[in-house]
């Protein structure tokens, strides 16, 4: 999981890491609305403002990771 707070670095991670890039979750200011539909729609798995809870933050990424390893798995069965 990469935990960030910059909006621009998922288009990065993307394109380094390709497809199967880690689960990017960002925590963005209170108020930043358009930085919240901007991060989703550049493939930020999870957003939350700075508000968020350290426990729905730690079930955030669980699902996160476990969701990552799915993708994983589809992706190594397709190619078999």
């Not at 539909?37 to 798995?45: K, P, S, W």
């Not at 403002?49 to 730690?58: A, D």
């Amino acid at each position: 999981v990469i935990l960030c707070s910059e909006i621009t670095i998922i288009e990065e991670i993307k394109f380094a890491l390709g497809e199967l890039h880690p689960p990017l979750v960002l925590i963005l200011d209170q108020g930043n609305e358009s930085g919240f539909v901007q991060a989703i729609q550049q493939g930020a798995d999870c957003v939350f403002n700075n508000y968020v809870t350290s426990e729905i933050l730690e079930s955030t990424i669980a699902k996160a990771i476990k969701t990552a390893q799915l993708k994983q798995e589809l992706v190594q069965t397709q190619k078999t």
